[in-house]
């Protein structure tokens, strides 16, 4: 039997997470020799559900526009400081209302080369431009694995095609190990 968690106890997670990623100082001025006093979120979903037709690059379903408004009932009050999504219209759609809400700007990042090599670009660029701070990416269900792998070195189970709501959030301490939480969101997907 699957289990959903309650999009409230979702919100306790992230939110004290989210909190966690500013820095305490009250000095406005950082020194670039010091290391980052916070932990960088990377909050993770895959696009939410997208249409039959549409050809390689189709739009959401009414179902995927209200995971999409999930997403930013999930993440809407959790610092969110950068967007990052592919060039695919489903996965910029999934991220455009709480790119809207928090006046972030969704950075689009091509698959140009394969999952891998783009799961190295993009955390590589989450972790040199965005210590510290709380970064929403929206990718797809062959490439979220190798990103996770990537910004952690942490491995998840595949991702099917028919599931839309996982969210999984990955903390990267200054020093230590990096954690994964995972959990759910939105409308439970349907998986066969």
């Known amino acids: ?3 959903t968690t309650p999009r409230l106890l979702l919100l306790a997670c992230l939110l004290p997470l989210a909190a ?3 820095a305490h100082s009250t000095s406005s001025r950082v020194e670039p020799s010091s290391p980052p006093s916070a932990s ?3 909050v993770l979903v895959r696009h939410a559900e997208k249409a039959t037709e549409g050809g390689d690059d189709p739009a959401l379903t009414p179902a995927g526009q209200q995971r999409a408004e999930a997403l930013l009932q999930v993440a809407g009050n959790a610092g969110v400081s950068a ?7 489903r996965t910029r759609d999934t991220a455009q209302p709480l790119a809207d809400q928090v006046g972030v700007p969704v950075t689009v990042r091509e698959i ?3 999952a891998q090599a783009h799961a190295s670009e993009v955390a590589r660029e989450i972790l040199s431009q965005h210590q510290g701070r709380t ?6 269900s062959n490439t979220l694995p190798s ?3 990537a910004l952690a070195g942490l491995r998840i189970q595949p991702i099917p095609d028919t599931e839309y709501d996982r969210l999984m959030v990955v903390v990267i301490p200054p020093s230590g190990p990096a954690r994964l939480i995972q959990s759910r ?3 439970p997907s349907v998986i066969p």
């Open 112 to 114: 140009k080369t394969g």
């Open 147 to 149: 990103l996770i792998e």
């Open 185 to 187: 969101y939105g409308v």
């Open 20 to 22: 966690c990623t500013g």
């Open 1 to 3: 039997m699957r289990t």
């Open 83 to 89: 967007i990052y999504a592919t060039q695919y219209r």
């Open 40 to 42: 960088t979120v990377v």
């Open 135 to 140: 970064v929403l990416v929206v990718e797809h």
